[in-house]
């Protein structure tokens, strides 16, 4: 009895799950299905779902009208560029709020938290001026560090946490065999958090990848990346949704493939510590 009770609840769990997972992502398939559409069939009404005339036109169109390739190539420089440097400087920052607080390291990690807190819109201005004055508008080095910037509280929040959970005598003890600190945080910690690490790195590319405001305000062409391919297809004539669908889908395909492939990296990453 107790064991059929079992299996029903867990039967329950499961499809209330699928069921959640569907209605998550629901509105991604919507978007691929209607990439495969005419125009037409994409504003018809009642919706088709599975029964209509597919096509590849609106791919086809999309690559003619635009270079998909550098607006891909833009967002990977980005993208990975802005989560390397981010790692750089988080990592030892978070070994020192990690094994070595003082008073004030519980008030900078809230400071930092605090930033993200702040409406980017508020500033725009100055960030703008500046860029414009340094001449870095509309460049791969601007971006990367404005993202950097922007990320930056995050990855140094969720490497502290991780690193918390690393027992200190570990460290101590290589300390005592003449480990200097440098060799500390690449042989000695570096492996033991490399689930959160890993954790630490796939978000912060899903972050900056998938990071709008900030690229459509502060590039038109050059270092343009994904998120100004698919704005480029809302014009004054009105809203190709097709077009626009396809567009899209390009742009978080690459991300998408990314996450399939390392989801089991992912949540170990995310339930590093979370049992002990």
Known sequence: MARQRSMRRRVTITALAWLAGFI????????????????????????SFLFFDWTLENYGIVQERSNYLRYAMNSVIIAFGSTLLALLIAVPAAWAMAF?????????????????????VGALIPIYLLFRDSGLLDSHVGMVGILLLINLPI????????????????????????ATLWREIVYVLAPMAVPGIASTLLLNVILAWNESFWTLNLTTSKAAPLTAFIASYSSPEGLFWAKLSAASTMAIA???????????????????????
């Open 100 to 120: 070595a607080p003082t008073k004030r390291t519980k008030d900078l990690l809230l400071w930092m938290l605090s930033t993200k807190m702040m409406p980017a």
């Open 155 to 178: 990855v140094i929040w969720m490497l502290f946490t991780y690193f918390k959970e690393i027992p200190g005598e570990i460290l101590e003890a290589a300390r005592m065999d003449g």
């Open 24 to 47: 998550v992502f629901f509105p991604i398939l919507w978007m691929i299905l209607t990439s495969f559409k005419t125009e037409l069939e994409a504003f018809s009404t009642p919706p």
């Open 254 to 276: 690459p991300i998408l493939i990314l996450g399939w492939f390392s989801q089991r990296q992912l949540v170990r990453g995310l339930t590093f510590g979370a049992v002990k």
